[in-house]
């Protein structure tokens, strides 16, 4: 696969999946081994099945969601983004630190997310997110 391509497979998860709820997609985006690694799993996510749960699971804890994606680098099976995502909580939210009563608070945060795409697919994903600036709009904690 080219860079190009491999930047059209994760443009493709975020605006059809991630954004459009369209869980389903993920059969056809990542690998069926692929390897997720998420700061609120406690380890990795392994195989699609694995990856559908999880990303229905963080669906299911806002009610409004949207990415916009800033910069998007790709070289050789690697794609980074440099990404803000904002949303609206429908229930509780599990931190690392514990559940937050958020319900209807709206919260935004930069992340950056590396990507393999090995034949056109999702193999591997890293997640990097500013997780206590969210707990700080939130209110969960004071500055």
């Not at 491999?6 to 459009?20: A, H, L, P, T, W």
């Not at 931190?95 to 319900?103: C, E, L, W």
Request: aromatic content about 6%; charged content about 25%.
């Amino acid at each position: 696969m080219f860079p190009a391509e491999n930047k059209s497979v994760v443009r493709r998860y975020f605006e059809q999946v991630i954004d459009g709820g369209r869980i389903e997609l993920l059969d056809e985006l990542a690998a069926a081994d692929c390897i997720i690694h998420r700061p609120e799993a406690a380890g990795p996510i392994r195989g699609v099945a694995a990856f559908k749960q999880a990303v229905g699971k963080i669906l299911a804890v806002y009610s409004e969601f949207h990415t916009t994606i800033h910069d998007m680098i790709a070289g050789d099976d690697k794609v980074v983004c440099r990404l803000t995502h904002k949303g609206v909580h429908a229930t509780n939210w599990t931190s690392r630190i514990g559940t937050h009563a958020v319900a209807g608070k709206p919260v935004s945060w930069p992340a950056i997310a590396i990507f393999r795409v090995q034949e056109g697919r999702i193999a591997e994903e890293w997640v990097c997110r500013d997780e206590l600036g969210m707990l700080i709009q939130l209110g969960a904690l004071a500055r």
